[in-house]
């Protein structure tokens, strides 16, 4: 997971699969770098390099999405392909946060 | 059930490690040839084919068998060529091939127009995105799927062995976990049977206690996933065979 701060907007890019075998790693990166910046308003998970993500780590994303909503701040996910899109409104995610 | 199959064991002499007192065992009259070219000649009067450590580059035309079943014990990873064939089992080593003869000689019909990888693995997450290439390989191979269908029987897979791994085995390395990938003859479904070590658990029961309408939990969405792609699910006690529609435009 790489990270990119810019004004106010934290980048998570994810560059693996949010599979459960790398799901420790990625999730210790997030919560580093949210810790690191407390004053930013917006997070933005960016899965350009997701390809897979299975149960486990929508499970993170939701966590994820209930950690930053609980501080008033805006959370999205970007750069889904089309099958991790039908994934998040399947779980009827895309009610809670944009998903593109 | 059927009645002394005729089994042709074909394979190099030096490699040839089958443990023949599983064939004695079972009262199975079986021949072994070193040459893999005489398959052509011997494919309509047998049963059950072994290639043990054969080279298949070396068969002319391997679309033109017609042996009920064929196994192959290979070494790891899916062979392109072997798709051609109308029916086969892989299997990665020896070791598989006793407990295969049982099933054979049990469910033998089930196993005809099949085709099948049979592997076993030890419990570790990162073993799952091993298996899942193996998994991708053998369904590319035969059937032409939009990423959509793709991903679905992916992220099937995935769960299924999250759970062995999570649930049934807890993580123990020792333990192991049994995967058998199954393809029918029209390539309409794919067969995905996973058993591990573990005591079991009632499906159903677990099912029907999700609260799917916790729309933000951060759990049970595993078993949630399974249901929704699957046309067919059967688990009893540590074993779960979900049956998975391909659907495809056109076959290979």
Known sequence: MDVKVNENILELIANQNLVASNLEEQMNVTKTAIAENPNIEVVELNLEGVEEIDSLGINLVVGLYKQISSSNKKFLVTNTSRSIKNLFNLFKLNAYFEVK | MINNPKIFVIGEQTKFNIDSSKFDELNLSYKQFSDLLVIDALSDIC???ILHNSDLNKIK????FDVPVVVIIAAKGFCKSVSKLKNYIILEDDNQLSDMLDLFLLNYNDYVDFRSIIFTRHTSMEMI??????????VICHANLDEL??????????ELMTNAVRHGNKFDENKLIQVELMMDDQIKNIYIKIKDEGVGFDYKSAYDNVDKFDELRVKQRGLFLINEFSEKIICKNNKMCVQIKLNQNDNK
Do not use: A, C, G, P
């Open chain 2, 149 to 158: 269908e793709m991903f679905k029987i992916n992220i099937v897979y995935r």
């Open chain 2, 129 to 138: 995105d091993e298996t899942v290439n193996l998994l991708k390989d053998f």
């Open chain 2, 47 to 49: 049963d059950i084919v």
């Open chain 2, 61 to 64: 035309d391997i679309s033109k």
